[in-house]
């Protein structure tokens, strides 16, 4: 924005406020800018009083988004949902001054992708507070496309703030403390040094200007956010003072103005690694750095979500390149995974920082849950969706009916010594999906409700030969549709199968789901697995299976996807007989040769170009396990060392994760 941009307006002094009303030529809106904060005289009175050169300025870096400055859009009352970024310790010098500066480029450049609302920096912008340090800084700054609010930190100010390092930090980057308000939350800036290492005069004016913040948050009935460097406490409210926390006593005297004034969240940095405690409803997080961690955690940030009723929720982002924030704009990333990922912590940041959701491989299929009528076995699939949920991924839930005999328990289909009537078999089908659908209805975003009931192409029937099928017809598939939706009607509902892109395979599932679509079944989705060996990858019929998938106006859910580098196809050959030799072909135990994983890589960017050319149809893309290390392929259907995924088996990206993130990227 030009200077001559931001001037036209109209000023608005208070007795504790100043408002610059303006009209922004590139925001397109009307915006309203407010400082409320007692910074001292010098920064806040200048501009209005005398007029000064500097001032203007600072008025006009507010109106460009610095810090103390607010989008309103009416009443600070009534809490709606938002998003926002918490990032910590950018401290260009402290990890190397060329890495700091590169990855905190590479902060904005991946926040401006993603989108928040706004971001807070928690303090020690710089290491050392010199004039090129701050430029730097603020020249990077400038980069965001959203308001960025800076909290002070001691090597900003001093570990011994003084007069003069508190005007250094006024006059090169803004206020050391004051709050805005966003969708009636208020956030409360705050100089922690100041009360770390006091400052006669500059404390007592920090102090009472923090009582009267809270307070005035507490009589609009705003939720407060606290912003800091410093943690209040780092594991417990009562520790002794070290470095990194605050002292004792201080630290008492802001607890309790925080709980007396509701505020919900203090947000700090500091310490160089993640922490998350929680004092009296109150949350505490300090989060990870752009420029040195202290733990083994990647470089990254913090991403907040508030619900419209003022629910908090965090989320680690990696600024690693990373599938899920590459294809954010397309269509989600998830992965299939085992129940033991709960226990497997040293799996955790790749599982977050790659993927946006889950779908558990086995724990929540019939023959796990209730391999016995009546008797339920939740513990696996519990763990595993309280964990996903806990790390901000979505699940799929896999799967409420397996039209396949030999994987699902035989109660099911049997009445005592005989076989069960059809309306016996729904009955138990109704109450499985009614008991499973419904116990984590609101936690599952969508169901495999049906899996693998079509025959194979060459087959003349539409339908796999299955006991669901020759008791109940095929009505059991429409019921099933139907008891999903009764037990979980915010699920998006998907049939699932395997080489339902191939074209004799796809011309039965059409007719299918056709059939079920006019009687009224809910299907929402098809899931086509994806389970593709290298050189043969079908590509025409994936993208015929797209467009066939847009008339029908169903969305497409990539559910189990992988590129076999050991072909399996002739383990089924000529009635097995290749299986004693295929069962010891094992070529590549020591890792893929260059130039399959080229073609690997090749084939896989081939096939993300497809789904994003048609992104207005495909929900999910799923893989199929972590990497390669955690491939069914490793085993089925003979034990050899496969190479199938975009990660190696010590989690590290292949040439074909840079093929797919390129062709997720380019234009």
């Given at each position: 924005?030009?200077?001559?941009?931001?001037?036209?307006?109209?000023?608005?002094?208070?007795?504790?406020?100043?408002?610059w009303?303006?009209?922004?030529?590139?925001?397109?809106?009307?915006?309203?800018?407010?400082?409320?904060?007692?910074?001292?005289?010098?920064?806040?009175?200048?501009?209005?009083?005398?007029?000064?050169?500097?001032?203007?300025?600072?008025?006009?870096?507010m109106?460009?988004?610095d810090?103390?400055?607010?989008?309103?859009?009416?009443?600070?009352s009534?809490?709606?949902?938002?998003?926002?970024?918490?990032?910590?310790?950018t401290?260009?010098?402290?990890?190397?001054?060329?890495?700091?500066v590169?990855?905190?480029?590479?902060?904005?450049?991946?926040?401006?992708?993603?989108?928040?609302?706004?971001?807070?920096?928690c303090?020690?912008?710089?290491d050392?507070a010199?004039?090129?340090?701050?430029?730097?800084?603020?020249?990077?700054?400038?980069?965001?496309?959203?308001?960025?609010?800076?909290?002070?930190?001691?090597?900003?100010?001093?570990?011994?703030p003084?007069?003069?390092?508190?005007?250094?930090?006024?006059?090169?980057?803004?206020?050391?403390?004051?709050?805005?308000?966003?969708?009636g939350?208020?956030?409360?800036?705050?100089?922690?040094?100041?009360?770390?290492?006091?400052?006669?005069?500059?404390?007592?004016?920090?102090?009472e200007?923090?009582?009267?913040?809270?307070?005035?948050?507490?009589?609009?009935?705003?939720?407060?956010?606290?912003?800091?460097?410093?943690?209040l406490?780092?594991e417990?409210?009562?520790?002794?003072?070290?470095?990194?926390?605050?002292?004792?006593?201080?630290?008492?005297e802001?607890?309790?103005?925080?709980?007396?004034?509701?505020?919900?969240?203090?947000?700090?940095?500091?310490?160089?690694?993640f922490?998350?405690?929680?004092?009296?409803?109150?949350?505490?997080?300090?989060?990870?750095?752009?420029?040195?961690?202290?733990?083994?955690?990647?470089?990254?940030?913090?991403?907040?979500?508030?619900?419209?009723?003022?629910?908090?929720?965090?989320?680690?982002?990696?600024?690693?390149?990373?599938?899920?924030?590459?294809?954010?704009?397309?269509f989600?990333?998830?992965?299939?995974?085992?129940?033991?990922?709960?226990?497997?912590?040293?799996?955790w940041?790749?599982?977050?920082?790659?993927?946006?959701?889950?779908?558990?491989e086995?724990?929540?299929?019939?023959?796990?849950?209730?391999?016995?009528?009546?008797?339920?076995?939740?513990e696996?699939?519990?763990?595993?969706?309280?964990?996903?949920?806990?790390?901000?991924?979505?699940?799929?839930?896999?799967?409420?009916?397996?039209?396949?005999?030999?994987?699902?328990?035989?109660?099911?289909?049997?009445?005592?010594?005989?076989?069960?009537?059809?309306?016996l078999?729904?009955?138990?089908?109704?109450?499985?999906?009614?008991?499973?659908?419904?116990?984590?209805?609101?936690?599952?975003?969508?169901?495999?409700?049906?899996?693998?009931?079509?025959?194979?192409?060459g087959?003349?029937?539409?339908?796999?030969?299955s006991?669901?099928?020759?008791?109940?017809?095929?009505?059991?598939?429409?019921?099933?549709?139907?008891?999903a939706?009764?037990?979980?009607?915010?699920?998006?509902?998907?049939?699932?199968?395997?080489?339902?892109?191939?074209?004799?395979?796809?011309?039965k599932?059409?007719?299918?789901?056709?059939?079920?679509?006019?009687?009224?079944?809910?299907?929402?989705a098809?899931?086509?697995?994806?389970?593709?060996t290298?050189?043969?990858?079908?590509?025409?019929?994936?993208?015929?299976?797209?467009?066939?998938?847009?008339?029908?106006?169903?969305?497409?859910?990539?559910?189990?996807?992988?590129?076999?580098?050991?072909?399996?196809?002739?383990?089924?050959?000529?009635?097995?007989?290749?299986?004693?030799?295929l069962?010891?072909?094992?070529?590549?135990?020591?890792?893929?040769?260059?130039?399959?994983?080229r073609?690997?890589?090749?084939?896989?960017?081939?096939?993300?170009?497809?789904?994003?050319?048609?992104?207005?149809?495909v929900e999910?893309?799923?893989?199929?396990?972590?990497?390669?290390?955690?491939?069914?392929?490793?085993?089925?259907?003979?034990?050899?060392?496969?190479?199938?995924?975009?990660?190696?088996?010590?989690?590290?990206?292949?040439?074909a994760?840079?093929?797919?993130?390129?062709?997720?990227?380019?234009s």
């Amino acid at each position: 924005m030009r200077v001559q941009d931001a001037l036209g307006g109209l000023l608005r002094i208070g007795g504790r406020s100043i408002e610059w009303v303006c009209i922004a030529p590139h925001w397109g809106k009307i915006r309203v800018v407010r400082m409320s904060t007692n910074p001292g005289p010098k920064i806040a009175l200048r501009p209005i009083v005398a007029g000064l050169a500097v001032g203007v300025a600072a008025l006009v870096q507010m109106v460009l988004g610095d810090p103390g400055a607010e989008e309103t859009g009416g009443a600070s009352s009534g809490q709606q949902p938002f998003t926002f970024v918490q990032m910590c310790d950018t401290q260009l010098g402290m990890g190397g001054y060329d890495h700091d500066v590169r990855t905190f480029e590479r902060a904005v450049e991946v926040i401006n992708g993603m989108g928040p609302d706004f971001v807070v920096i928690c303090g020690d912008l710089v290491d050392k507070a010199d004039d090129q340090s701050f430029a730097d800084f603020k020249k990077i700054r400038s980069g965001f496309k959203l308001p960025c609010y800076c909290a002070s930190g001691n090597h900003d100010v001093g570990n011994q703030p003084s007069a003069e390092s508190l005007r250094r930090y006024r006059e090169k980057i803004g206020p050391d403390y004051y709050t805005f308000e966003h969708k009636g939350f208020t956030f409360v800036v705050a100089n922690t040094q100041l009360w770390k290492a006091p400052l006669a005069g500059e404390s007592e004016k920090h102090d009472e200007w923090f009582r009267r913040a809270l307070e005035d948050a507490k009589a609009r009935r705003s939720p407060a956010v606290l912003v800091v460097h410093y943690p209040l406490f780092i594991e417990k409210p009562d520790e002794k003072e070290v470095y990194f926390n605050l002292p004792v006593a201080k630290r008492k005297e802001v607890l309790d103005l925080c709980v007396e004034n509701g505020v919900v969240a203090i947000l700090g940095g500091h310490l160089h690694r993640f922490a998350a405690n929680e004092y009296k409803g109150i949350k505490l997080v300090n989060g990870e750095t752009t420029s040195k961690n202290f733990d083994k955690r990647p470089m990254g940030f913090r991403f907040w979500e508030v619900d419209g009723n003022g629910g908090m929720t965090h989320r680690f982002i990696g600024l690693d390149r990373s599938l899920r924030r590459s294809a954010a704009r397309y269509f989600d990333i998830g992965v299939g995974i085992g129940h033991e990922i709960v226990d497997r912590e040293a799996d955790w940041p790749l599982l977050t920082t790659q993927f946006s959701g889950v779908t558990p491989e086995n724990c929540m299929k019939i023959a796990a849950l209730q391999p016995v009528e009546g008797e339920f076995h939740f513990e696996k699939a519990d763990r595993l969706v309280k964990f996903a949920r806990g790390q901000g991924l979505t699940v799929v839930g896999h799967c409420l009916v397996w039209a396949k005999d030999d994987r699902t328990p035989a109660w099911i289909y049997r009445d005592g010594d005989g076989e069960a009537s059809k309306a016996l078999l729904l009955e138990r089908m109704e109450a499985h999906i009614d008991r499973v659908a419904g116990r984590y209805r609101g936690q599952v975003v969508a169901w495999d409700v049906v899996n693998e009931a079509l025959a194979d192409g060459g087959e003349e029937n539409d339908l796999r030969p299955s006991s669901w099928l020759s008791i109940a017809g095929d009505d059991f598939i429409a019921k099933a549709f139907e008891f999903a939706h009764r037990a979980d009607p915010d699920a998006i509902l998907i049939y699932n199968d395997y080489h339902n892109e191939l074209a004799p395979k796809r011309d039965k599932m059409i007719r299918l789901l056709r059939s079920l679509k006019a009687r009224g079944a809910p299907v929402h989705a098809v899931g086509i697995q994806g389970h593709y060996t290298i050189d043969k990858v079908p590509f025409d019929d994936i993208e015929a299976t797209l467009v066939a998938m847009r008339e029908l106006e169903l969305k497409v859910f990539v559910s189990e996807l992988d590129i076999d580098m050991v072909p399996r196809d002739r383990w089924w050959a000529d009635g097995g007989a290749h299986r004693e030799e295929l069962a010891t072909l094992n070529p590549y135990p020591d890792g893929l040769p260059v130039e399959l994983a080229r073609r690997q890589a090749v084939q896989y960017a081939r096939l993300f170009r497809l789904f994003k050319q048609y992104a207005d149809v495909v929900e999910r893309v799923t893989f199929w396990n972590l990497h390669d290390g955690k491939s069914w392929l490793n085993s089925f259907p003979w034990e050899r060392t496969n190479h199938p995924l975009l990660f190696d088996r010590a989690g590290q990206p292949k040439p074909a994760f840079d093929a797919v993130i390129e062709a997720l990227e380019s234009s």
